[in-house]
């Protein structure tokens, strides 16, 4: 098993720029997550997904869309990349809201807008 | 609204001592505990995981404890080495299944 897995790891954006990130798991999870870290800020909730077809969101949304069309995969999309989007993106998954809700993460993308 | 903290920022031994790590929350209705390591420019790996019924947890040199009543968990390591300098991260799941987060310790252990 890969766990999760996360495209891409680096990404360097100017101002205004769009992109997707994704995030791929491989344990037949129900949740993902979408988190963002920061320096002095720890890690915030973006979006999350408590199964296929369906989003919500979480602590810190505006600026970020995503989409779960398939069980395995959480898409976080960037319609138009600002200088404090700049972090480090995390993708995590869970296997349900009966379990223990162990979240497993994967290793991350940095991303930088210029 | 849940807060968690993480005393001490940083944390500096010498290889060979036990030490604990300290993570306080201010609402005890919690679903679990969560403790997690983070390598420098690494994703986070799951250390332990502690339900809310339960006291503590062991893997190994770790071994993590709860009192919700208090609204704290340690993070105890048995005879640290190099290997275990990282940053540990706290983080506390309420019954809406999401993770509230610390800011962390950073633990350096010197040969």
């Known amino acids: 098993n890969a766990g999760v897995t996360q495209t891409p790891k680096f990404r360097v954006l100017k101002t205004g720029q769009s992109m997707t990130l994704l995030c791929a798991q491989d344990m037949n999870h129900e949740y993902m997550y979408w988190y963002r870290q920061d320096p002095g800020m720890g890690l915030r909730l973006i979006h999350y997904?408590?199964?296929?077809?369906?989003?919500a969101k979480g602590e810190v949304p505006d600026g970020y869309n995503v989409s779960r069309l398939k069980k395995q995969n959480f898409l976080l999309g960037l319609e138009s990349a600002a200088p404090s989007q700049t972090s480090v993106y995390f993708c995590?998954?869970?296997?349900?809201?009966?379990?223990?809700?162990?979240?497993?993460f994967g290793p991350g993308t940095r991303l930088t807008v210029l | 609204k849940q807060e968690v903290t993480q005393i001490p920022a940083a944390l500096s031994v010498p290889e060979g001592e036990n030490l604990v790590l300290n993570c306080s929350f201010t609402?005890?209705?919690?679903?679990?505990l969560q403790w997690f390591r983070q390598d420098p420019g690494k994703g986070l790996t799951s250390l332990l995981l502690?339900?809310?019924s339960q006291r503590e947890q062991t893997s190994g040199r770790l071994n993590a404890s709860l009192d919700k009543s208090s609204g704290r968990s340690t993070l105890y390591i048995a005879a640290s080495q190099p290997g275990d300098s990282a940053t540990y991260l706290c983080a506390v799941g309420g019954d809406n299944r999401k993770l509230i987060w610390g800011l962390g310790t950073s633990l350096a252990v010197n040969p």
């Open positions: 995590a998954s869970s296997l349900s809201t009966t379990g223990t809700n162990e979240q497993f």
């Open positions: 609402d005890s209705a919690i679903y679990n």
């Open positions: 997904s408590v199964g296929e077809g369906t989003t």
């Open positions: 502690i339900q809310s």
